[in-house]
């Protein structure tokens, strides 16, 4: 049996780890959440923050999520997935297919950003409440503007993808889930937390968004996770937080 | 002979389509920059917004730069060089070495877009004149800790590269020249640009980057394409620009 894939990101959100502990989850990988283990047996905090700030790590990365594997360190949420991705089962085999899958996967970190700066414009060091007038102004253009732009590329995938005519539950690419279709069921969750007003009128006009996210929570495994200890409730320090001053 | 690659970007700023140009620039890649292209050639602006808006693109990028080679329409500047890389010798041959050179190449992406919110933190469709306040206090923020932080850890980066030992000009990954340190040699002309006082002064703890900078600067088919009109001079639209008042 191989040994199971290391994931490191900080303990008490879901954040950007999500999206690789959705893949992990869902193909029924062995992995240890290191950060949230414990101390003593060499997990917890400090061996997260080894690989981001011990001088040893030849190959530091730049932040969290992080995954070991053997000998391979790599950060980058959309980079581990593209490496998971083929040993997860978690995408189609050509180049194309994976190239396509992995600009997906850049495109919903463009838009994670969007909405981690939705609630911190002007630093993530500083507080919400040292920033909330910029605040109100960036949710403002976010909601009106971004929010259905890109909801709009989402729904135009869908519909593009000729696999799809006649299925219930479509995907992003090909006949099969991939950790694209993972990450943007996950995105409709945050999205549905964060900004459930806002989100629910823009959703009017992705339906096959939504399709996508009902076929998405059907899968076993990941149901089971999702019903499990092991996710961790949306709260007020992740990419998505809810305050009521920036929906509407 | 292979037919050229089409580059597809908006004609009148660097942008992020610069970090691809310097890529086929380097390589002695043939290539069109479509958009700057003669519309009665089938170029111009209206080949580029083909891709971006018509129904009929089954795998449409969500924006700009998008690289068109053959049937393959691929869009995001890293997913751009992560596929040229290997065509344009410009990246390591092994699985772990490309990971790394695309990990670098994704912290890049990031630096870049908090380079554009400095002077753009509520909504990339106002002008700079109606964020003004947000951006002078993004940008500070941006001075005081995104920026040194992201040259410490490029420096940390070319430091930790075991084949840079003894080498008056160090590459990230290596010792070949790859487009992450194209992208890197980019960084520097745009801090340069956009923030003369704070780039100088964050500089001298990072004398790796700038010397990784002044290697690139000397590679042959680059120092020619930098003193041509294919380079189009930083401005006031682009991701790097230059607001006194957002320097200091």
Chains 1, 2 share one sequence.
């Not at 939504?210 to 149901?223: E, N, T, W």
């Amino acid at each position: 049996m191989r040994k199971p894939y290391q994931l490191h990101y900080w303990p008490s959100i879901q954040g950007r780890g999500e999206f690789i502990r959705l893949a992990l989850e869902a193909a029924g990988a062995p992995y240890v959440d290191v950060a949230r283990g414990p101390e003593d047996a060499g997990q917890g905090m400090p061996a997260l923050t080894h690989y981001l700030q011990d001088a040893s790590v030849a190959r530091p990365p730049f932040a969290c999520p992080l995954l070991v594997d053997g000998t391979l360190v790599l950060g980058q949420t959309a980079a581990i997935l593209l490496y998971l991705g083929p040993r997860l089962g978690l995408v189609a085999a050509g180049e194309a297919d994976r190239l396509w899958t992995h600009q997906i996967q850049l495109t919903i970190a463009d838009f994670v950003t969007e909405v981690h700066d939705s609630h911190h414009p002007i630093g993530s060091g500083l507080y919400y409440e040292e920033q909330r007038a910029a605040a109100k102004r960036r949710a403002a253009d976010f909601r009106r503007h971004r929010l259905p732009k890109f909801l709009a590329w989402f729904e135009a995938v869908l519909e593009r993808n000729p696999k799809n005519k006649g299925r219930a539950a479509p995907h992003l690419v090909g006949v099969k889930l991939s950790y694209a279709d993972l990450s943007l069921f996950q995105l409709v969750e945050g999205l549905r937390y964060a900004f459930p007003k806002a989100s629910e009128r823009a959703f009017k006009q992705t339906p096959r968004v939504l399709a996508l996210h009902a076929g998405v929570r059907q899968h076993k495994r990941l149901a089971a996770y999702l019903a499990s200890e092991r996710r961790i409730p949306f709260n007020q320090q992740g990419i998505f937080r809810r305050y009521p001053a920036l929906d509407g």
